[in-house]
């Protein structure tokens, strides 16, 4: 499957759609109804043109492995020009070859799972303030929780980032609002600053951002306060030249994780308490193994004791994948599956074709957390919420870490059901969730 191709075979089946916009505008509908309709009607390797290239997507766990194993041999990483300008050219996630797995050499040691125990603490003083005042807020009635959850996990991943949130030297709120701005145009289709514009909001929020960031690292790197952070570990990381990363490159890469880390997390963990409102046994059962539990502190050891709602996370992930799609382009004409794909095409990856695939999951529409509880043949690349390769996420021992111990403290302190008249539907760009902010009415245990 991974030779290079022969000229005679044929690209895969797909439509070049209008010109110029090719089938983009129904892209931008529903990424997801839109790849779900064209493997239904192509299989699974077919072809679209959108947002301005050939994008071929591919489904499978053979054909992940194919995309996996192909960076910087025959396909490299592919950003849109909105979140390269807003990301700069210098994080891990932009940056490729050599200098990516130098890159990730250096930071890896800091993200394995080993180290994670360290965090806890900050992970459980966070989530404990942040629920005390979900139970204030509860007995006023029904309250949407997406917003709830997003403050909770802004505060862990600042916290985890930068140590004490009080170093920046800003109100929280102040920097998530910036936060929230930057983000907002990393999915806007025109780079340009033009002023009034999402982009050109994004810019300025990135600026003051990288103002209160460049100043933290500053004082930091002057001192010699270290800890679990992820910023003490940009201090310290040298490369072989024994070289300190510079500064510039440091807040690039903070203002990445907090990109890369945030909304991600916050799909996720909603979306777990999404299920658990939609499935009141699942939810019983997973209050049940807490309350077993009750007694014991929070660590690395004793998440890994929480089976059922490690089952209930990775189903959630599997069902809604928190992010849609991973992209990459061609840099040489390279052949799959009896296809041949042309360089300069773009690649697509999935998770929710795969997670969606019967040869994998029976009953694929079937939200089922005892699946992973039994035995089951699934190869590689079959599972892929956080990727995989080169690239796989270097967050994910963190996030499951923070996923697990909120998680178990919300099943612990409430019980919930769905509040009345809102709307379930999903958005699904930048991220899945509930439209109406997921409104539960929340109760004390
Ligand atoms: C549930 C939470 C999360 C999910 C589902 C998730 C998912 C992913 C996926 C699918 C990728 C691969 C993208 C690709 O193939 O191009 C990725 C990469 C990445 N993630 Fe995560 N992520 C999560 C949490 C985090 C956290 C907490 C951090 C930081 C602390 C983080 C930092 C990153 C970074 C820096 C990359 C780029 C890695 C590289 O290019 O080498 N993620 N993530």
Not at 260 to 268: E, F, L, P, S
Request: aromatic share 8%.
């Amino acid at each position: 499957m991974n030779g290079f191709s022969e000229r005679s075979l044929p690209t895969p089946p797909g439509k070049m759609g209008l010109p110029v916009v090719g089938e983009t505008l129904e892209f931008l509908r529903s990424p997801g109804a839109f790849v779900d309709a064209r493997r239904a009607k192509y299989g699974p390797v077919f072809f679209s043109r959108i947002l301005g290239k050939p994008t071929v997507y591919l489904s499978g766990a053979e054909a992940n492995h194919w995309v996996y194993a192909g960076e910087d041999k025959y396909l490299k990483n592919e950003w849109s020009p909105a979140i390269r300008e807003l990301l700069g050219d210098d994080c891990l996630a932009l940056i490729s070859g050599d200098e990516h797995r130098g890159r990730r050499k250096l930071l890896a040691p800091h993200f394995r799972r080993v180290g994670m125990d360290a965090s806890v603490p900050s992970i459980l003083s966070v989530a404990r303030k942040h629920l005390r005042r979900w139970d204030t807020d509860a007995r006023l009635g029904p309250m949407a929780m997406v917003p709830r959850i997003r403050a909770l996990a802004f505060e862990i991943a600042a916290t985890y980032l930068v140590g004490e949130v009080g170093d920046l030297g800003v109100p929280l709120g102040e920097f998530s609002g910036d936060f929230k701005a930057f983000t907002a145009g990393m999915f806007t289709a025109l780079a340009v600053e033009l002023p009034g514009t999402k982009f050109a909001r994004a810019m300025d929020a990135r600026r003051r951002m990288a103002t209160i960031l460049d100043d933290l690292v500053m004082r930091r790197d002057a001192g010699s306060r270290r800890g679990a952070d992820v910023l003490s570990t940009l201090l310290e990381v040298r490369d072989e030249a024994g070289e300190m990363l510079p500064r510039d490159t440091i807040v690039d890469e903070l203002q990445l994780f907090l990109f890369a880390g945030h909304d991600t997390t916050v799909t996720a963990m909603s979306n777990v308490i999404y299920h658990l409102a939609m499935h009141p046994q699942v939810a019983l059962k997973a209050r049940a193994e807490q309350d077993q539990l009750q007694a014991g502190s929070f660590t690395l050891e004793s998440v890994r004791g929480m089976p059922y709602l490690s089952a209930v996370i990775k189903e959630s992930m599997r069902m809604i994948p928190p992010i849609g799609a991973a992209f990459r382009v061609m840099t040489r004409e390279g052949e799959f599956g009896g296809f041949r794909i042309p360089a300069g095409w773009r690649i697509a990856v999935c998770p929710r074709l795969v997670h969606s695939d019967p040869q994998y999951y029976p009953a694929p529409e079937r939200f089922d957390p005892e699946r992973w509880l039994v035995p089951a043949e699934r190869p590689p690349f079959a599972y892929i919420p956080f990727g995989g390769g080169p690239r796989m996420c270097i967050g994910q021992h963190f996030a499951e870490l923070e996923m697990h111990i909120v998680l178990a403290m919300i099943l612990r302190e409430f019980t919930w059901t769905l509040g009345p008249d809102q709307d379930l539907s999903f958005t699904e760009i930048p991220t899945p969730l509930p439209r109406g902010g997921l409104v539960l009415d929340l109760r004390r245990c």
